[in-house]
């Protein structure tokens, strides 16, 4: 059994054609044929049902699945770290990121740290903090930058912390509150607001906040998208709570203070667990350049 016949089986149950998965692998379908059936042979099992139109995999095909990933997973690994122990980091790097990064400048962080090790897949997603740890543990993101409620600590990984920030209201320049020097969230309770999603970090920001004024308010329009949120603020629509950081200079709202609105602390998180090279030179590469 070679690690290239797993590959290929690897391909076809993801592409579910042999014609694709041969184009992905860059090799003539004839020759990913010929190693797949081989892989078959040895193993005594028909890996894949085959029609002219269609392929999936069989029962046997599906058991085989897992441990192939990993033992490719493993492999992967071992050139990388075979690689970092010369001084070379190479691989692939999973950056997960909230919508409202500001204690960190990514692109500049990413730059650098591109320019040091060329060789290393980068690879970015965006979430919600609760995800983005979840992802983290299992091992599908590297590193990841979250918001949490100041009350809140990400659990299950490594963190640092990169800044601390309070959110102030944001609201349409026509908004009859746009002009106060100060507001408290009693002043909003009865406005619409936009927020991040229901059970989201994010939304629990500023859902901790009002709970804890002994007050409630409607929330109209949920989004993920910041640039949807602030449309609609423009629009007149709703009002929001974000980061003082986030919105500063924005065209076309207005942000005004809060006295007891929410605090956010915003982490970089990794895995707790044999973080691969990659993780921890992005890790390294950050710690200089957080804006905390």
């Given amino acids: ?17 042999f014609t694709r998965a041969a184009r992905e692998c860059r090799v003539v379908q004839s020759a990913l044929s010929h190693q797949i059936a081989a ?30 990933r990993a033992c490719l997973e493993a492999a992967d690994r071992a050139a990388v770290d075979a690689a970092a122990a010369t001084g070379e980091i190479r691989g692939r790097l999973a950056v997960g ?12 962080v990413l ?9 290393v897949r980068i690879v ?31 659990r ?41 999603p229901a059970d989201t970090a994010g939304r629990a920001q500023s859902d901790l906040a009002f709970a804890a004024a002994g ?9 993920m998208a910041t640039d949807l949120i602030l449309g609609l603020i423009r629009q007149g629509l709703a009002v929001a709570l974000l980061p003082s950081r986030f919105v500063a200079g924005l065209p ?9 609105g929410p605090t956010r602390v915003e982490y970089l998180a990794w895995s707790d667990f044999n973080p691969t090279p990659a993780a921890a030179a992005f890790v390294e590469a950050a710690a200089g350049q957080s804006t905390r």
């Fill in 124 to 154: 970015l997603r965006g979430g919600g903090s609760d995800e983005m740890v979840e992802s983290v543990r299992a091992g599908e993101l590297d590193v990841a930058l979250l918001g949490l409620p100041e009350s809140v600590r990400p």
């Fill in 215 to 223: 007050l409630s308010r409607e929330v109209a329009f949920e989004a």
């Fill in 111 to 119: 730059r650098d740290f591109h320019t040091r090790h060329p060789r």
């Fill in 1 to 17: 059994m070679e690690l290239q016949q797993m590959r290929y089986v690897l391909a076809v149950a993801g592409t579910g054609n």
């Fill in 39 to 68: 892989l078959e042979r040895e193993l005594g099992v028909r890996l894949f049902a085959r029609t002219s139109r269609r392929v999936a995999l069989t029962a046997a095909g599906e058991a085989f699945l897992p441990a192939a």
């Fill in 252 to 260: 076309d709202v207005v942000t005004v203070p809060l006295a007891d």
């Fill in 97 to 108: 990121m909230i919508p409202t990064v500001t204690g960190l400048d990514l692109p500049a």
């Fill in 156 to 196: 299950g990984v490594r963190y640092r912390a990169l800044d601390h920030d309070r959110h102030v209201a944001v609201l349409a320049r026509t908004h009859r509150l746009a002009t106060r020097a100060r507001l408290d969230l009693a002043a909003l309770a009865g406005e619409p607001f936009a927020d991040f």
